[in-house]
């Protein structure tokens, strides 16, 4: 098991002895970042920082030095998205600085995207990601992209007030295995249920899980519209995002 | 108790929503939403549908008078939305159906700068600004002497979301804080200027909507933005003002109770008890019956129970936490009066 002392960048030791609470996040993240190049780490503590200019450059001279691609959009990007997650969840950052640092992180995988498309490596999996019909809010639906990004998803942004119709072409379109939905209002959250219902008529529902939040949205809300699963942040829609995932393998193994 | 005396004789719904605000003696606990008690329920009782009903004087004010006369509220409240000043600023709406609360197109924002910040020469005169003040005339001239007749006007901080969309705005106040303490101070015109028409169209309060929520932004935002814009408020609109912010708040009540506003509408994700012991007696709250698990998903004895946990700790105004979803069946509303009243016989010659 690797030692914070293992980690060269102070920032990045600064960042997990102040914020990362959890034992076994605590542990995860030391493990994570003791493995990672000095300028990996430096890239993380940028992206952190929401420090978009540093991370445009230092992403930029670390491909030009020859360093992979995917390992920067690893170690750098991905780990620094991490920590980035367990300070919001735990109130210690706010949306604002949770916005500089996706647009920290977008201005690094402007560089690493075309890279790794032209390479054909596969992202860790697919999400459709979409506020239901009638509601134009999207600011947590817009969190949890960043977040589902940060973690190296594919994500698909159907925008606001999508339709159910919508909703099933960019499922069926982009062979996605993962479909978020959100809602803000007490008046259209029951629009969820309807686009599962609407999946369920298309003998659709058994190719995709669906999962659910938004402030008014709970578990008992999600449980009785049928949803497969439901987030109260964007990182419990990250941990659902990769638990479909490991399910989805775990019954290809079965096969 | 809080302001609960058993002294003070019988009261008007205006006089015990007037006197809990100013945080005096009450009759009873005044039963209040200063947001908005509108359900499809009650559209179809008074034939005045959404959207119309947000769009025409007249059907805004029988639908709101429905608070009153059908629910038992001690206030009736005609602004359901909060989106008839960003329409009178140039915001595109999306006016929706019965079943739907119209909404700003927050993606397709008007402002991109500051120097574009603007108020309309028609601000007050346009349909849906001068909609709610005839809305308010009218309610006046019907129940002005039986209950309190609440106004809305938008903060600037809300304003902010809704002229250049909500993450520009955010990522503003990370980037440049004087820029957007700029922007804030321009908006906060229209703020004033809805404010006080509303005032002279005959308000009795006004509820201020300024979603610096915990949600989003943090308690320290809250007073370095507006704190002090929210105490100049207090100035510049001579009226009971109600503060609302939705979410976790109270991380920042301690701010907000020095603004000098008459009240704080808060959020179920507050506790009634933890809330009111940080604002003590500076400030009343108004609130917080949960709207999506308790008055839209179950029924008046959970109702009930919520009532009381406000009145056991002393909250100054009871009601629903937020505008109620549309959907919310009449008898869990009217089971808030009833509750209020239930709960002072029970504790007649307490307090």
Not at chain 1, 137 to 166: P, Q, W, Y
Request: charged share 25%; with cysteine; net charge negative.
């Amino acid at each position: 098991m690797a030692e914070i002392t293992d980690i060269q960048n102070e920032i990045i030791v600064d960042e997990i002895e102040e914020f990362i609470e959890r034992a076994d996040e605590r542990e995860r993240t030391i493990n994570t970042f003791a493995k990672v190049a000095p300028e990996m780490q430096e890239i993380a503590a940028a992206l952190i920082d929401g420090d978009n200019d540093g991370v445009d450059e230092m992403t930029k001279a670390a491909l030009e030095s020859g360093t992979e691609a995917l390992e920067i959009m690893d170690d750098g990007l991905i780990a620094g998205m991490g920590i980035v997650g367990i300070k919001f969840r735990e109130n210690f950052i706010f949306v604002p600085e949770v916005l500089a640092c996706a647009r920290a992180m977008k201005a690094g995988m402007a560089y690493i995207e075309p890279i790794l498309s032209a390479s054909g490596i596969d992202p860790v999996g697919t999400v459709i990601m979409g506020t239901v019909k009638g509601d134009l809010h999207d600011i947590g639906k817009n969190l949890c992209i960043m977040m589902l990004r940060g973690a190296g998803f594919v994500v698909h942004d159907l925008g606001v007030d999508t339709s159910d119709d919508e909703f099933i072409e960019a499922v069926e379109e982009h062979g996605a295995p993962i479909l978020g939905m959100s809602a803000l209002l007490t008046t259209t959250m029951p629009n969820m249920g309807k686009t599962i219902e609407a999946f369920i008529d298309e003998d659709l529902r058994e190719d995709v899980k669906i999962m659910v939040g938004g402030a008014p949205v709970t578990q008992e809300f999600a449980d009785d519209m049928g949803a497969d699963g439901y987030g109260k942040d964007a990182l419990e829609c990250v941990a659902l995002a990769k638990k479909f995932l490991e399910e989805e393998d775990e019954d290809w193994d079965e096969e | 108790m809080g302001t609960q005396k058993q002294t003070v004789g019988p009261m008007t719904g205006k006089e015990r929503v007037l006197a809990a605000l100013n945080r005096e003696p009450v009759d009873r606990t005044p039963v209040c939403n200063p947001t908005s008690v509108a359900t499809v329920e009650l559209m179809d009782l008074v034939d005045a549908p959404f959207p119309e009903a947000n769009r025409q004087p007249e059907l805004m004010a029988r639908l709101a008078a429905t608070g009153y006369t059908e629910l038992g509220f001690d206030s009736i409240m005609p602004v359901f939305s909060i989106i008839q000043e960003s329409s009178a600023l140039g915001c595109k709406i999306q006016w929706e159906q019965k079943d739907n609360w119209p909404t700003v197109r927050m993606r397709e924002p008007i402002w991109e700068d500051v120097d574009e910040i603007k108020l309309p020469a028609d601000f007050l005169t346009h349909p849906d600004t001068q909609c709610v003040l005839d809305a308010i005339k009218i309610l006046k001239k019907e129940y002005g002497d039986e209950v309190a007749v609440i106004g809305k006007t938008m903060g600037p901080w809300s304003l902010g979301y809704h002229c250049f969309g909500v993450e520009p705005f955010l990522l503003l106040s990370l980037d440049d804080p004087g820029k957007t303490k700029l922007a804030l101070d321009r908006m906060k015109e229209a703020t004033v200027a809805f404010g006080v028409a509303q005032i002279e169209a005959g308000a009795d309060a006004l509820t201020l909507p300024d979603h610096a929520t915990g949600d989003l932004v943090s308690g320290e935002y809250y007073e370095r933005y507006l704190r002090d814009l929210h105490t100049e408020f207090v100035d510049r609109i001579p009226i009971p003002l109600i503060l609302h912010i939705c979410g976790r708040t109270v991380d920042r009540m301690e701010y907000i109770a020095q603004t000098g506003m008459a009240a704080f509408h808060y959020d179920s994700k507050n506790q009634p008890g933890e809330s009111m012991e940080v604002v003590t007696e500076r400030i009343s709250l108004v609130g917080n019956i949960n709207n999506p698990e308790t008055l839209f998903s179950k029924g008046p004895e959970e109702v009930r129970g919520e009532v009381y946990k406000n009145l056991d700790s002393g909250v100054q105004l009871v009601g629903p936490e937020c505008a109620i979803p549309l959907q919310t069946a009449i008898e869990n509303l009217k089971e808030i009066p009833k509750a209020v009243q239930d709960w002072h016989q029970e504790h007649a010659g307490l307090n």
